[in-house]
């Protein structure tokens, strides 16, 4: 049973280009959560994809946008890119019971470097 | 005020010894607290869940206080392999329509020498 997958695992951009990074969850899961984790610092929630519509943001600007395909997987976009943005990019998809009490799983990230 | 708060470290012990990480938490309507292991350029993985009685899972012993929106982990007996960074982590479900998130601390770092 794959868990999740993300795509790339690096990547070199330069200033002011666009990114786009790829996210299948794990099979059974039906939402997407995508993290920012900068060096020494805890993951920041971004966004979160569940049938196929943004559901809830964290605090981040317009220029982080995302998608929801059918098969449930994801992109993360990220616009006018900034050396800030520089960061590991964790997605985690999970399944919904009734109960609330959601099973994250982890992809192992997308490094991104913004020169 | 950040939503979790930790205790930064880092923490640099012995092996055998005993050693305990603090967390706080901000949204009294938080339902649900884990502790995650992240090593180095890797994700992050569930240790623990934390519950309210606390629980125990080999040298990993968990506690929570919702009065006091605090949660500990206790690990005894380090090992050198325990060596990494441990993330207080929230789970604000409020039931309902409403989506849950998990909201991470900063992350403690562990080092375990010989």
């Known amino acids: 049973d794959a868990g999740v997958t993300q795509s790339p695992t690096h990547l070199i951009k330069t200033r002011g280009q666009q990114v786009t990074l790829r996210c299948s969850p794990k099979s059974g899961h039906d939402t997407v959560s995508w993290y920012q984790q900068a060096l020494g610092q805890g993951p920041q929630f971004i966004f979160q994809?569940?049938?196929?519509?943004?559901?809830q943001r964290g605090n981040f600007p317009d220029r982080f946008s995302g998608h929801q395909f059918p098969n449930y997987s994801s992109e993360l976009n990220v616009n006018a890119l900034l050396l800030g943005d520089s960061a590991l990019y964790l997605c985690?998809?999970?399944?919904?019971?009734?109960?609330?009490?959601?099973?994250?799983?982890f992809g192992s990230g997308t490094r991104l470097t913004v020169v | 005020r950040k939503e979790v708060e930790q205790d930064p470290g880092p923490f640099n012990v012995p092996e055998g010894a005993t050693v305990a990480f603090n967390c706080t938490y901000s949204n009294s309507a938080s339902q649900s607290f884990f502790w995650y292991r992240q090593d180095c350029r890797k994700e992050p993985k569930l240790l623990m869940s934390?519950?309210?009685s606390g629980n125990e899972d080999g040298r990993f012993t968990a506690q929570l206080n919702r009065a006091s929106q605090y949660i500990s982990l206790l690990i005894r007996d380090s090992k050198l392999s325990d060596s990494a960074t441990y993330l207080c982590v929230v789970n604000n479900y409020a039931g309902g329509t409403s989506y849950g998130k998990l909201t991470f601390g900063q992350g403690t770092i562990l080092t375990v020498h010989p």
């Open positions: 985690a998809s999970s399944f919904q019971p009734a109960d609330g009490n959601y099973g994250y799983t």
């Open positions: 994809y569940y049938e196929e519509e943004e559901r």
């Open positions: 934390v519950y309210s």
